[in-house]
T-cell receptor, first 115, second 111 residues
Framework: NAGVTQTPKFQVLKTGQSMTLQCAQD?????MSWYRQDPGMGLRLIHY???????DQGEVPNGYNVSRSTTEDFPLRLLSAAPSQTSVYFC??????????????FGNGTRLTVT | AQTVTQSQPEMSVQEAETVTLSCTYD???????LFWYKQPPSRQMILVIR??????QNATENRFSVNFQKAAKSFSLKISDSQLGDTAMYFC????????FGDGTTLTVKP
């Protein structure tokens, strides 16, 4: 059981480059989400999805796109990387968004540096 | 919008002693869930304990327990018999459809 698989683990980008962070889960979870973790600021929600074909913005969505074509996959796209996007990114999933006390299952994180 | 506040950026405790981490939240929701997660230096996020808001009984998981005060919107974590492996950053999280996290408390257990 792989859980939540997040790739890559590390990435360095130049300003203006684009890239996609991959996230896949094999637990048939409805809910998937992306967070960024900056020093001293905890985890902030970027985008989330409550099922295939449904996405919504979180607290800090600007500069990021997501899609949810399948239940398993939830990629995060950086359209034009900026130094302010230097952070650690976590993908997380849970069985259901509402009506359930299912906790979030996290990937191992991606450390992204934008120069 | 929900907010979660952890007022203690850093704490330390001697091995085998007890420590309490604070968490308060603000919400207009009536149905929600609360969690504590642990993030050791490995960066992996690990569930410590969960609490349903409709339950009055405080959750307990081995050495970890919570003090949930719904009216005060307070959700503190007590760690008993602290162990060196408890050294980590601890995050309080609120879930009413999407999870909102506090800024974390870095806990150091000293031998």
């Amino acid at each position: 059981n792989a859980g939540v698989t997040q790739t890559p683990k590390f990435q360095v980008l130049k300003t203006g480059q684009s890239m996609t962070l991959q996230c896949a889960q094999d637990m048939n979870h409805e809910y998937m989400s992306w967070y960024r973790q900056d020093p001293g600021m905890g985890l902030r929600l970027i985008h989330y999805s409550v099922g295939a074909g449904i996405t919504d913005q979180g607290e800090v969505p600007n500069g990021y796109n997501v899609s949810r074509s399948t239940t398993e996959d939830f990629p995060l796209r950086l359209l034009s990387a900026a130094p302010s996007q230097t952070s650690v990114y976590f993908c997380a999933s849970s069985y259901s968004a509402r009506g359930n006390n299912s906790p979030l299952h996290f990937g191992n994180g991606t450390r992204l540096t934008v120069t | 919008a929900q907010t979660v506040t952890q007022s203690q950026p850093e704490m330390s405790v001697q091995e085998a002693e007890t420590v309490t981490l604070s968490c308060t939240y603000d919400t207009s929701e009536s149905n929600y869930y609360l969690f504590w997660y642990k993030q050791p230096p490995s960066r992996q996020m690990i569930l410590v304990i969960r609490q349903e808001a409709y339950k009055q009984q405080n959750a307990t998981e081995n050495r970890f327990s919570v003090n949930f005060q719904k009216a005060a919107k307070s959700f503190s974590l007590k760690i008993s018999d602290s162990q060196l492996g408890d050294t980590a950053m601890y995050f309080c999280a609120f879930n009413a459809g999407k999870s909102t996290f506090g800024d974390g408390t870095t806990l150091t257990v000293k031998p």
